[in-house]
């Protein structure tokens, strides 16, 4: 108890009135004598909760603070660098276009003296003076100061922040800095909810669930997963003569937030409150015209600041991919996930390093999938071109080695750069010999990680259509620079235009999708991961939602979002309309899994499954999701070329089935698990398991057993979770397309369970429940990676006891 005053510095009770959400601001606090545990009452929990998160994710304090002392010098060493290039170097000198005469002597044109770097280098006189003569880089030089001694401040203060999460870790915690990369965001934060119970940190709520620390966390990223969700944001461009594409670039999405979330004008008063007058409905096409004023305005500042945002962005991309470009030129041809795709694929309440993960466990197979379209006539082409450069390319380089003199002649050198490069690029377009045709398991493949897809997609992985609209998801590298670049002049034009006209649909968003919740403030509706409220039909949750079409989240992301945050949160115990629909879910699984094919079939099948998909460092749950996603594939193969079309086509349900049914021991939805002892037999499991492994599936998986027990428990456990989300995915997905594709007559033929009779059966007292129906009334450069929330920046109409059943 003597380690409580060493927590001082974490005591905000003296200002809890001024920020604290409704209802906390005549709350009294008793504060025990002798007891100073700072976090009794903390001001900010959003920024709070998400500092603890990033320093987890960020591996500590030496890391943090690293990073952010590099960032400072890496904009000193740009400006300074250029500053020097543009004034201080004379090229004619450089580049032999003037004789250097080392001795004074005179002499002829061809008496050249070898030139050397310092005889290129203007002396340090001439040098100030050319700056001193330039106004446009004195006041550009000035900026510069300007926004480095604003960033300097930001890091002093970021550092201090980081400071104190260092301490809160190590003596609140229990978590030394030599052992912080050993634990889990799940180990972490039932620490914090253990904490909670002992020294509230919230006082409104003495019991912290993992949904309130998500909440709070991914307060406005769920908000923008929604209007991505619901079409509202203005990314969707139409350009001559190239058709729909496309377009949202960091610089946008920082836009997007400084209008919306954290801005001055913003529609929220404080970072978890949004502002009483926009829940109100009379007053709509008011603050519609307000809202437009402010996107007007700052549209209008991003045009005013276009040219020097555009040459920041020139010069960040030319001295961060020259030198990668100049030795690695395929690295262009190499894809990653767009922003829009990570938005577009997000589930709410999904954190930034669970979101990674699937999208990293995704690459490989969307890779292939997007490799395996060639055109015959690019192929013949591109073979033509290679075998051209690559002979003008050996007989250089064969120069070289014979006398190397031959670099001294002019341009030689970029000669063989510039074929290197042609010979890389046009590779990329000669297929490979050994490529089986198999677009659609591919795509299934693709789908069991990103978990969402577009029902036109389905049957149509051949096609260039269903290629095209993958691209705008997993697009090139060389087109994500180009975005970038283009970013600064084409944002504004996005602001004053597209985004201006949809005002009063999002203040309509705002008003109807935002409820109040306790303890946690203002949330989007859609991150309750409410079935009765947001449910879709046709996701398996008919009979149980009353959702209108405009309150339904699209492409199943209400109920995906449920089981994937119901199996990453094991211990969460979801409200009773989540668990009757994950209850109801299951008992489907167990229906349809008894005229699927035997667990023992599809493992055995496991290792040819693996190689099909050109798996070669699969592991057991790698496996599991292997057998299942080639299953319908190895089936059709064995029969007769007439008697295929008699395959189910829910061949690949009934196989996610049997495997999900295989792993079930136990009929609790929401109970805690561990997938980790029921794959190690010498140990017992802790917890009520919802899906565990039977003896059938650890003895089918002793083949790469010792790889298994080479992993950390928590790093096994996260990959069975994985797989388990991946063939609830599969299996979801195919139950949907057979609600869409047949008529609700003939969906009673096929044996399955319909949800809308297991509703019927359900408990009487959740058919009288009624859903409360919504009231009328940086400059800087760019990382690749999607960009986090600063940390000062995480620093609709809901009636007043409209509170979140998950949360209380």
Request: some cysteine; overall charge negative.
């Amino acid at each position: 108890m003597a380690d409580f005053e060493t927590y001082q510095e974490y005591q905000r009770i003296e200002e809890y009135d001024e920020d604290s959400p409704p209802g906390e601001e005549d709350l009294l606090i008793h504060v025990p004598e002798g007891r100073g545990d700072p976090w009794h009452h903390i001001k900010n929990l959003d920024n709070f909760f998400t500092r603890i998160y990033h320093f987890h994710q960020k591996n500590g304090f030496a890391c943090m603070v690293l990073s952010e002392f590099f960032e400072l010098v890496q904009f000193l060493f740009v400006v300074t660098f250029t500053t020097f290039l543009f004034n201080c170097v004379e090229y004619d000198v450089l580049f032999a276009n003037r004789a250097v005469n080392h001795t004074g002597q005179s002499i002829g044109p061809m008496d050249r003296n070898k030139v050397t770097l310092p005889d290129a280098i203007l002396p340090s006189e001439q040098c100030t003076e050319r700056i001193q003569g330039n106004s446009w880089i004195i006041f550009l030089l000035i900026m510069a100061a300007i926004f480095w001694v604003y960033r300097l401040v930001k890091v002093i203060c970021n550092v201090l922040s980081y400071w104190e999460i260092r301490q809160f870790y190590i003596k609140a915690l229990k978590i030394r800095m030599d052992e912080l990369c050993n634990f889990s965001w799940q180990e972490v934060q039932g620490r914090l909810i253990h904490l909670q119970r002992e020294h509230p940190m919230c006082v409104q709520k003495r019991e912290l669930s993992e949904l309130d620390i998500y909440h709070r966390i991914l307060r406005f990223k769920n908000y923008t997963v929604a209007m991505v969700n619901k079409s509202l944001l203005p990314v969707k461009l139409n350009v001559p003569f190239m058709g729909e594409m496309i377009f949202l670039t960091q610089g946008l999405k920082y836009n997007f937030e400084l209008i919306l979330f954290w801005g001055p004008l913003s529609l929220f008063q404080n970072k978890w409150s949004l502002h009483p007058k926009y829940k109100r409905a009379a007053n709509r096409q008011d603050l519609a015209k307000q809202l437009s004023r402010v996107i007007l305005l700052t549209g209008l500042v991003n045009l005013l600041l276009c040219p020097f945002v555009l040459v920041w962005q020139v010069l960040y991309a030319f001295f961060s991919y020259a030198e990668v470009i100049k030795r690695e030129p395929g690295s262009l041809g190499a894809r990653r996930w767009s922003l829009y795709g990570r938005l577009y694929l997000r589930h709410f309440n999904e954190l930034d390093h669970e979101l990674q993960g699937r999208m990293g466990r995704g690459y490989k197979p969307a890779a292939k999938y997007m490799n395996a379209f060639v055109s015959p006539l690019m192929a013949v082409l591109a073979k033509n071109v290679a075998f051209f450069s690559g002979s003008v390319l050996a007989v250089l380089i064969a120069l070289t080695v014979y006398d190397e003199d031959v670099l001294t002649v002019q341009h030689i050198l970029t000669a063989i750069t510039v074929l290197g490069v042609i010979i890389t690029v046009t590779r990329s377009f000669i297929p490979d010999e050994h490529m089986v045709w198999c677009p659609e398991q591919l795509l299934q493949c693709v789908l069991a990680h990103i978990h969402y897809m577009p029902d036109h997609w389905k049957g149509q992985a051949n096609k260039s259509e269903t290629r095209d609209e993958m691209a705008q998801l997993f697009q090139y590298k060389a087109v994500f620079i180009l975005e970038e670049l283009l970013s600064p002049i084409i944002t504004p034009f996005i602001l004053i235009f597209p985004l201006r006209s949809k005002s009063l649909e999002i203040i309509d968003f705002f008003r109807n999708f935002t409820v109040d919740v306790a303890g946690v403030g203002d949330i989007c509706s859609f991150a309750q991961m409410d079935i009765r409220r947001h449910g879709n039909p046709q996701w398996m949750s008919e009979g149980q939602t009353e959702a209108s079409v405009y309150q339904q989240a699209e492409n199943g992301k209400t109920e995906l979002s449920l089981m994937h945050f119901t199996i990453k949160n094991p211990r969460w115990q979801p409200p009773q309309e989540s668990s009757v629909f994950i209850s109801h879910l299951k008992e489907k699984v167990q229906h349809d899994a008894q005229t699927g094919p035997s667990p023992q079939l599809l493992l055995s099948e496991a290792p040819l499954c693996t190689s099909l998909l050109s798996n070669e460092s699969a592991t057991g749950p790698d496996n599991l999701l292997a057998s299942v996603l080639a299953h319908p594939v190895l089936t059709a193969s064995g029969l007769p070329a007439w008697n295929r079309h008699c395959i189910p086509q829910n061949s690949a349900a009934s196989a996610a089935a049997s495997v999900l049914a295989s792993l079930s021991t136990s009929q609790q939805p929401h109970a805690g698990r561990s997938r980790l002892h029921a794959h190690l037999p010498s140990r017992q499991p802790h917890d009520s398991p919802m899906y565990n492994s039977d003896h059938t599936l650890g003895d089918s998986m002793s083949a790469s057993e010792s790889k298994i027990l080479s992993q950390s428990s928590s790093a096994l456990a996260s990959e069975f979770a994985s797989a388990e989300m991946s063939l609830h995915a599969i299996y979801m997905h195919e139950v949907h397309q057979q609600k869409t594709q047949h008529a609700p007559g003939s969906y009673a033929h096929q044996e399955s369970v319909p949800m809308r009779e297991m509703s019927a059966n359900s408990d009487p007292q959740l058919q009288s429940v009624s859903m409360v129906s919504p009231s009328p009334h940086r400059l800087g450069g760019w990382a690749e990676e999607e960009e986090e929330v600063d940390e000062e920046e995480i620093n609709t109409s809901p009636v007043p006891d409209q509170t979140s059943r998950g949360s209380s």
